[in-house]
């Protein structure tokens, strides 16, 4: 079992970075590939990015292509998303998660999920 908690969310201006820490606790942390997630209000969890457990393959939503990294630390049990550009549109609560399958773009796909973080971008 994977537990997992976010931080390094906040209230920034439009153009400004951000960088999302997720951290796991649990001995099986290598085994899974690792996603983040976005949700807001009245909408459904969007898929932002992930990455293979050994971090070795990547995949972005088109929203965030080009803007957004995703990257691990398997000795750490770390994940994160780097941030830049950001925009008003990428406003919403962001979540980290942890699958078995790569890639996996929908929510159902994911196992264990963190309690979230909030980013506001301002414009």
């Known amino acids: 079992q994977v537990q997992l908690v976010e931080s390094g969310g906040g209230l920034v201006q439009a153009g400004d970075s951000l960088r999302l820490s997720c951290a796991a606790t649990g001995d099986t942390f290598m085994r899974y590939a690792m996603g983040w997630f976005r949700q807001t209000p009245g909408k459904e969890r969007e898929f932002v990015a992930t990455i293979l457990s050994n971090g070795g393959g990547t995949q972005y939503a088109d929203s965030v292509k080009g803007r957004f990294t995703i990257s691990r630390d398997n000795i750490k049990k770390m994940v994160y998303v780097q941030m830049d550009s950001l925009k008003p549109a990428d406003t919403a609560v962001y979540y980290c998660?942890?699958?078995?399958?790569?890639?996996?773009?929908?929510?159902?796909?994911?196992?264990?999920w963190g309690q979230g973080t909030q980013v506001t971008v301002s414009s």
């Open positions: 998660a942890a699958t078995t399958i790569y890639p996996a773009t929908t929510s159902r796909q994911y196992i264990y």
